[in-house]
């Protein structure tokens, strides 16, 4: 137990930092808009890239770990979708930010730092295959549907969700690994030293988008209903799936890790994009990310 705490705790206590310096006002007005912008456009592309691009291009025919995933995830969305009514969500878009709430884990963020803490930095292939399908999915598929029945029209969210720096970085790397391109001695330096900057201050940049969203948030029993959804039915539907599927170990370990991990930030952000559920989106992000302290450690007890 004494490992997995070393494991998890400096992950959380860099999120504590990041929420710490929000709080305290360290960091100024636009602290959290740069330091998000800094990990979404200069530092996470490089991982990106170079996790796909040092993968044997072989690798990448493990399919079964992304369709149990899937799978998991459809069952966790079918049931929430039931349950938001009794929750209060009514009509379709808060039902529909409510399944995002329960389902979109915060797997750029929080998941590939873990991940990579707990299984070593060159594991993070399958976490980064389920992290690039669940945004493009979840967080590209809500705003084009959302925008589609408010009928605001849908171009300008697909050109968003197209123009998403992660698909270019992955979409680049599989390039690399499939013609097998050596890359040159700068490049590389390059690339890793700003690969090694996207999990440290991805995570505390998430501490910080926790700081801001936190002001004067609630914790209802609809959050804890949705917690009990993401923290425990989540993983718990994909481990079956992954036995289902019959998917790698490692590939499994992956996806259930992922599964356990709390609600993103990009939730919240769709959220205040349609002006629905931004208070609750933010409680429930801040309460699954508490709670999950202890429960991403029994799990990885189980998982190593």
Known sequence: MSSLISIVLPVFA???????????????????????AFVFRIALPPLLFLAMARTPFEAFGQWRFLAAYLSGTAGVWVLVWWLAPRLGFNGFQARWLTCLGATFSNAIYLGIPLFETAFGALSAQPVILIALMMNLLLVGGSLIVLQAVSGEGTRAAIKETLSNPMLFAIGAGLLVSWFDIALGDGADRLLSLLAQAASPVALFALGVTLG???????????????LVAKLFVHPALVALACWGFQADAINAQAAILIAAVPAGSLVHVVAARR???????????????????VTLTLLLEWLL
Do not use: C, H, Y
């Open 275 to 293: 002006g629905t559920l931004e208070t609750e989106s933010a409680a429930l992000i801040l309460l699954t990310t508490a709670v999950s302290v």
């Open 212 to 226: 801001v969203a936190g002001s004067g948030v609630r914790f209802g029993r609809p959050q804890w209903v949705l």
């Open 14 to 36: 860099v999120i504590g930092l990041g929420w710490l310096a929000q709080r305290r006002g360290w960091l100024g007005d636009g602290g959290a808009g740069a330091l998000n």
